[in-house]
C-alpha cells in the first residue's frame, strides 16, 4: 500500500532520540542521549491533589468533557501572566494551548510552508523541528545568527519558494546549549522584516537559566519596538515539559490574533482540543507552586551541567571541543575532523555502555559527522563523572 502515500511521507524518518530512548530499559546503560527531564523533580504530589481537585464533584463533568479548542481560559489567563513576567504583554485571547510544543511547531509548518518554501533553520538545529516541517516539504537554509549573510542572498539562494520563516530556540538551544545575545537577536529582528517572513521562537528551556543575565526573549524586543502585538510576526511556542511535566503534553502559542485564528482552525481539524483534564490540572499546579518550583530544577541541573563541564576537562582528549551552556540540558562536542559520532556511538553502546546522541541527525544536509550531543539532565553528578570517564576512554582509543 505504500504506492498510495502522499509524496510527503517520503520526508518522515524516524527520529535517531525516539530510538535511542529504547535504551534506558537495557540494564548498566549510562545514557547522556534524550534530553529528559529527571522524573524525581515532578511535582508529583502537586499533581495528584490537582487531578483529585479536578475529579472532584463541583468540576468533574468539565474535567472529563469536551472543551474550546483555544483552551481552558484559566490556563491561557495564566499563561499571559506568565508571559508578562518575561517582557510579553500579551492577553488569554493570544494564548492557543497545543499538546505540547512540539504540536505548535507541525501547526505552525502546516500554515506556512506550500512545497518548495524555505524554512530558515540553525545548523545544527533541534531535530523534532526538522521532523515537524519536512513533511510539508520545504528546503532548509542555514539561518546565520549574526553573520554577514543579507536577505537579499536568502532570497536567491530560496529562488521560486519564497523564505517564510526563521525558527530557532534562543536560549540555550537544543542540541548545542548555546544561546543568542541580545544583539543578536535584534538583528534576526531586521532580518524577518527584510525578507517579511516570520520568526518562531521555541522557548522550551527558557525558564532553566543557571547562570548569567536574562536575556529579553525575541517577542518582547519586538513588542518593543512596535508596542503592539497584533504587530509583531514574532511567534512564541512554550511548553511546561521541561518545567513541570512532559507527560501531560501541554505547550502553548503566543503570536498575533489571525495567526492564532488559523492554529485553531487547525487544532479543530486535528484534535478538537487538549485534554481538558490535563489543562486543568497543570492550571492548579502552575498557580500554587511553579516560581517555587523552577528554583528547585535549576539548582539540581545547575549541578550536572557543572559535574559535566568539569568532567569533560578530566577526561576528554586533546582535540575535542565542547560549549559552556549558560542553561538547558545539552552540551555539544566536535570532535576531530574525520571522526564519526555514529560510529563512537557503536563502540561506546559494546565497549563502555555509554548513550548520546550523534550529531548529523540534527544537520538538514546530514553534515555535522564528527559532532555528539550530551544531555546532563537525567543523571545525577556521579553517574555524570563515571559515563563521562568511560566515554573518554573510548576517544582516546
Known sequence: MHQLFATRAA?????????????????????????????????????AQAFQQALGADSRAQALQYSASEGYMPLREWIAGHMRKIGIDCGPDDVLITSGSQQALDYLGKLFLSPGDTALVGWPTYLGALAAFNAYEPRFDRLREGGNVGAAQYRAAAGLGAVKYAYLSPDFANPTGET???????????????LDCALIEDGAYQ???????????ILALELARKGDL?????????????????????????AARPVIAQLVLMKQAADLHSATINQMAVHQVAQTCFDSHIPKVRATYRARRDAMLAALERHMPEGVQWTRPEGGMFIWLTLPPGADGAQLLARALETVKVAFVPGQAFHPDSSGANTIRLSFSNSDEATIAEGIARLG?????
Open 230 to 254: 497584533q504587530a509583531c510576526r514574532t511567534i512564541y511556542c512554550g511548553s511546561f515539559s521541561k518545567t513541570l511535566s512532559p507527560g501531560l503534553r501541554m505547550g502553548w502559542v503566543v
Open 180 to 194: 543568542v545575545d541580545r544583539q543578536g537577536r535584534e538583528a534576526l529582528l531586521d532580518l524577518a522584516e527584510e
Open 207 to 217: 525558564a532553566l537559566r543557571y547562570d548569567g543575565q536574562a536575556i529579553p526573549p
Open 11 to 47: 520526508r518522515m524518518k524516524a527520529s535517531e532520540i525516539r530510538e535511542l530512548l529504547k535504551l534506558l530499559d537495557q540494564p548498566g546503560i549510562i545514557s547522556f542521549a534524550g534530553g529528559i527531564p529527571d522524573p524525581a523533580l515532578f511535582p508529583a504530589e502537586a499533581f
Open 393 to 397: 576512554t573510548v576517544l582516546r582509543g
